[in-house]
C-alpha cells in the first residue's frame, strides 16, 4: 500500500498541473515553461503508474489536450485524436521498438516513419465528396470545437479536392502553425499598429484557431502540414503511412517534405539528430520527431492504450522556453540611433544554450509586457535567433520591482532621446557623426560580410579603434597602418599584416554593396542592388531626385527621403568621396533600361516537356518579370504545362490568363532572348 504522502503529492501535482493547463489551453497566459510542465507531468504519470490504485478522475494523465472552450459547436470525432507518448534518449526509443516487436510475429519486419514535430495546434478535416465540410480542433480527444469558418480562411487548406481517386469521405488530421519569418513580421506590424502581439509561434496558431470572428484569423499568418489519415469510406484502403502521406500530397494537401521512411533504430537515430542540427533552420519551430510504425495494418494490431497510440511515439528535444530573473534593463544605442532595451538576466539554460540576455524591442513592448526590474518571466530561444522575454509571470512577481522609464539622454553621446510621433523607436537625436555608439555600430555594419567584408576586422576591434581615436569614418579605416593595429585585442605582426592586406582588399567591390555598406536607413541588400542597377553609377544616386528615386524598384517615398537626408548631409557626402577616392572601386555597371514584363507576376506549373523550368524561370527573368511560386490576384499571367494542379485551378478562380507551353514558347520568340 502506499505512503499517505504519496497520495497527496499526487493530487497537489493533479491540482497544479491542471491550473496550468487552465492557463494554457483557456487563457493563453501560461505561467510555466514546457520544459517545467513536462517534468511535473512526467512524475505524475510516473507516480501513478507505481500506484494505480490512487489514480483520481480529474488527472491530465486521463485525458488529452485541454477541455473545450465553450463558444463552438462541440465536434465529436469518428476516431479519437490522441496524444502521444514520449522519450527523450537513444535507449527509450529503443525500448519502444522492442516494445513494438513483441506485441508483432517474429518473422514480421518494421519499418518506421520519421517526420518533425511541429509546434503548434492539431487540426482534423474532414472532406466529403471532395469538399472540406468540417474542421475541428483535437479538444480533449473525444470531442473538439468546430472551427470550420477559421479553418477556411487559412490559404493552405483547400476547400476542395479535385483529384480522381479520392475516397468518398475521409478525415485529415494535420498540425496548424505560424511560420517563423512570417510570426515575427506579423508582430513587428502589431507593435506598430498598437495591438497586442502574439506570445509565440504555438499559442498564436492555437488561439487564432478560437477566435470566434473569423475576420481576426484571416488576419493571421496561419498554414499547415498534413500528417496523418484520421479514417476513410469508399475503395482506398493505403498500406503505409507513406503511402497515405504521398497521396494526401498528390491530392494538393500540403505535407511536410521531410518525411522520411526508416528501417530501424540507427536510421531513426540519424534522422533525429540531423533535424535537430538544422532546426534553427527549418522556418518553423518543432519541439521533436514523432516515430511511427510505418504499416497502417501493424498500426491497427499494435493499437493504443491509455489514450495513446502504441504505434508511435515523439522524441522530444531539449525546452526552449525557460523562466528567469530579470535584474536589470540596460539601453542600447543602434547605427541609425535607435534605443533597443535590453534585459539582464539571471542566467538560466534554456535552447541548448545559458542565457543571461533577452531583447525587448522598446518602450511599447516593456509597457505590453508590464515588465518590471526583479519580474520572473518566461523567456524564449529558438536556435540562434536572439532571445526573448515572451511574458511576464505576474502571479509571481515578488515585492520591491521597478516600473522601467527610457532614459531622457543617450547614454552613449547624452544628447536628449526623441519619439517621434510616428515611430515607435526612440532614437538618440545627435547624428552618428555626433555619437559615439552609433559611429561603432556603423563601422561594424560598413565592414560585415555583406557589406565591405573585411575579413579580421571584428566588433571588439572597431570598438577599440574608435575608442583610441583612430578612426572616426569609414575612410579613416583605409588609412590604418601595420604599426597602428598591432597589440590592438592581441593582433600579433602577422595578424596585423592580414588585417591591412584584408581593407585594402575590400576596395574591390560592387556597387550594390558599396552602397549598401553606407547604412542608409530603409535601404537593405535588395534596395541596394535595385538602386545599383538602376543608376549604375555613385554620383547619380547622390545627385537623384525625389521622383527619380521613387522610379526605382521598391524604393518608395520614405525610403527616397531617406537616401536624400543621407546624401544632403555634409559629412555623409565627404566620407562617400573620400572612400571612392582612396579607391573603392567596382564593375561598371550597364544601366538598365525598361523590359518589356517590368512589373508584371508570372506563375510557371505543371511539366514543361520543351523548356526547363529553370530556363523557363530565367527567360522571363530576362525580360523583367518576377516568377512566383503561387497564384494571386495580382498574378498576371500563368504557364501550365502537363500535371498542373491546384495553381491552374487557382487561375481559374481569379480568371487569369493561362497559357500552354506552345503557346509560351510562341510567346517569347516575339523577344529577344536564346531559346536554343
Known sequence: MAAPNVADRIRELCEGLNHHIHRYHVLDQPEIADGQYDALYDELVRLEQENPDLVIAESPSQRVGGVPLSHFEKVTHQVPMLSLDKCTTEQELSDWMVRCQSRLPESEEISYTCEPKIDGAAVALRYEEGLLSVAATRGDSQTGENVTVNVKTIKAVPLRLTADNLPSAFEVRGEIYIPTDEFHRFNAKALEDG????????????????????????????????????????????????????????????????????????????YIDKLLSNRSGLGYDIDGVVIKVN?????????????????????????????????????????????????????????????????????????????RVGDRVMIRRAGDVIPQVVSVIASKRPKGTRRITLPKSCPACHNPIVRLDDEVVARCSASHNVCPAQRKQGLKHFVSRLAMDIDGLGDKLVDQFV?????????????????????????????????????????????????????????????????????????????????????????????????????????????????????????????TSVKPLQGQTWVLTGTLEQLARSEAK?????????????????????????????????ASELEIPVMDEAEFIQFLSGYDVDLS
Open 195 to 270: 495591438v497586442k502581439p502574439l506570445v509565440n509561434p504555438r499559442n498564436g496558431a492555437a488561439g487564432s484557431l478560437r477566435q470566434l470572428d473569423p475576420k481576426i484569423t484571416a488576419t493571421r499568418p496561419l498554414t499547415l502540414f498534413c500528417y496523418s489519415l484520421g479514417w476513410s469510406e469508399g475503395d482506398w484502403q493505403p498500406q503505409t503511412h507513406m503511402e497515405v502521406i504521398e497521396s494526401f500530397a498528390s491530392w494538393g494537401l500540403r505535407t511536410n517534405p521531410l518525411l522520411k521512411q526508416c528501417k530501424d533504430l540507427a536510421e531513426c537515430m540519424d
Open 618 to 650: 530565367k527567360l522571363l527573368l530576362q525580360l523583367g518579370a518576377k516568377v512566383a511560386g503561387s497564384v494571386s490576384a495580382k498574378t498576371h499571367q500563368v504557364v501550365a504545362g502537363p500535371g498542373a494542379g491546384s495553381k491552374l485551378t487557382k
Open 295 to 371: 504499416s497502417l495494418h501493424q498500426q491497427a494490431r499494435l493499437g493504443a492504450v491509455t489514450r495513446k497510440p502504441r504505434w508511435a511515439i515523439a522524441y522530444k528535444y531539449p525546452a526552449e522556453e525557460a523562466t528567469t530573473e530579470v535584474l536589470k534593463v540596460e539601453f542600447q544605442v543602434g547605427r541609425t540611433g535607435s534605443i533597443t532595451p535590453v534585459a539582464r538576466l539571471k542566467p538560466v539554460f534554456v535552447g541548448g544554450a545559458t542565457v543571461s540576455n533577452a531583447t525587448l524591442h522598446n518602450m511599447d513592448e516593456i509597457q505590453r509586457l508590464d515588465l
Open 467 to 591: 575608442d583610441m581615436k583612430l578612426i572616426e569614418n569609414a575612410a579613416d579605416l583605409f588609412r590604418l597602418s601595420h604599426q597602428q593595429i598591432v597589440g590592438l585585442e592581441g593582433k600579433a605582426d602577422k595578424s596585423a599584416a592580414n588585417l591591412v592586406t584584408s581593407i585594402e582588399a575590400s576596395k574591390q567591390t560592387t556597387l550594390a554593396k558599396f552602397i549598401y555598406s553606407l547604412g542608409i536607413r530603409e535601404v537593405g541588400e535588395a534596395t541596394a542592388a535595385n538602386l545599383a542597377n538602376h543608376f549604375a553609377e555613385i554620383e547619380a544616386v547622390i545627385s537623384a531626385d525625389l521622383e527619380s528615386l521613387e522610379a526605382v524598384d521598391d524604393v518608395g517615398p520614405i525610403v527616397a527621403t531617406r537616401i536624400i537626408e543621407f546624401f544632403a548631409d555634409a559629412v555623409n557626402l565627404e566620407v562617400v568621396r573620400k572612400l571612392v577616392s582612396q579607391g573603392v572601386r567596382w564593375p561598371e555597371i550597364q544601366k
